[in-house]
């Protein structure tokens, strides 16, 4: 049985140009990169090139470029140092209800150390208000932390106009950009971006890497306590191999972005095409020209879709719910939550993320088996 991965927003193969290039630094260059022996400086080459170059595909410089060890701890580090160091500045966040945990979670353990924050509601295409959030700013915030894309939508939120309004105001703009680094074009100094989180994994890069982009002069606490890596601001041995497998990875998305967009808009319209002609009934969670091209979120009325999950990994489809599947029963995501509210919509969520390796054969074959596996539920 062919089995068809569909799930590339939650991880994706590792492109085998990022993996070749990553070799050399697991075996040969191997050294310590803070060691000043030969074997350190070979290893600190590497990872200063990686650093100029990941600077150039945001528009940042050299020294803007902290790794981390992924996604969630860019995030961490973006909101959690930033509001500890400036907290004489202000007590107050502002973010968005349908943020990654790796935000949400920070802004809880946040709220345990006295800070305040207000989550901004979204309307049902999941996109927050720009009059809203200029409504929420008062003197005493001093972080504001909006993500580009989100993972379970793809619904894109207007960062650019969050940049442009924020101008005018103290606080300070975080972007979590996990999920849009690679497929949507981000040049942090046109945008007004101050910090920027990645994560190598989500664009063909290794698992447990990432970067956050900090604007020259912002203050940060690190949130790791240990070595004086990093300028100081993320303790510990860099993971060189890593760091050079998430520039490779990045250098080709990017270059095959326009392209690969287009296939995924295909792949996107190809499915919902194929289930229209099935008769399958299906509501799309999000709004089309506001999302990223490869992540499409059906809610399938009726359906109980931890069956529909099993029953599609069976048939050799690989995709994943929008909920949380705990003890029997389905815990809509917080997200469509904040989207739609308890309701059937919510609980029947079906997230199709495409990605490297992915062809229209497969997209159909989908289509062929999500009717199938719906009809026998009696959808
Ligand atoms: C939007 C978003 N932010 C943060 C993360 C966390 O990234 P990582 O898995 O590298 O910790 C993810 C991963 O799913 C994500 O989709």
Redesign the pocket.
């Known amino acids: 049985m062919e089995r068809i991965y569909l799930d590339h927003?939650?991880t994706s193969p590792v492109h085998p140009h990022a993996a070749e290039a990553m070799i050399p630094y697991l075996t040969d260059f191997f050294g310590n990169p803070s060691s000043i022996h030969h074997f350190g400086r070979q290893a600190r080459a590497g990872l200063d090139e990686a650093r100029e170059k990941i600077a150039a595909f945001i528009g940042a410089s050299y020294n803007e470029i902290v790794f981390t060890g992924?996604?969630?701890?860019a995030?961490n580090l973006a909101i959690i140092g930033y509001a500890r160091a400036n907290r004489q500045k202000g007590n107050h966040i502002i973010t968005a209800s349908t943020e990654?945990h790796?935000v949400l979670n920070a802004c809880k353990l946040l709220e345990t150390e006295g800070f305040e924050v207000t989550y901004l509601p979204v309307d049902e295409y999941g996109r927050i208000s720009l009059k809203g959030l200029e409504a929420e700013l008062k003197d005493n915030t001093i972080l504001v932390s909006i993500?580009t894309a989100n993972?379970e939508t793809g619904i894109l939120q207007p960062i650019k106009e969050i940049g442009a309004l924020l101008k005018s105001h103290s606080a300070v703009f975080h972007t979590?950009a996990?999920?849009a680094l690679g497929k949507h074009l981000i040049n942090v100094e046109e945008m007004h971006i101050d910090m920027l989180?990645a994560?190598a994994?989500?664009f063909n890069g290794p698992n447990g890497v990432?970067f956050l982009y900090v604007k020259q002069g912002i203050e940060l606490s690190p949130i790791l306590f240990g070595g004086e890596q990093e300028r100081k601001r993320r303790a510990g041995t860099e993971n060189t191999a890593g760091v050079i497998g998430m520039y490779r990875a990045l250098e080709i998305s990017l270059e095959h972005r326009e392209a690969r967009n287009e296939d995924y808009l295909s792949f996107r319209n190809l499915l919902l095409e194929k289930l229209f002609e099935a008769d399958v009934k299906y509501v799309i969670n999000g709004d089309a020209p506001y999302m990223l091209p490869n992540v499409l979120n059906l809610s399938f009325p009726g359906a109980n879709v931890e069956q529909l999950l099993m029953n599609l990994d069976l048939e050799g489809i690989a995709v994943s719910s929008g909920s949380a599947c705990t003890a029997g029963s389905v815990e809509p995501s917080h997200v469509l939550l904040s989207m739609h509210g308890e309701n059937e919509r919510s609980k029947s969520a079906v997230r199709f993320s495409f990605g490297y390796g992915n062809t229209s054969g497969q997209v159909e074959k989908t289509a062929q088996v999500l009717n199938k596996v719906l009809k026998r539920m009696k959808i």
């Open positions: 927003a939650a992924g996604g969630t701890e995030d990654h790796g993500m993972n979590d996990v999920q989180a994560s994994h989500k990432g």
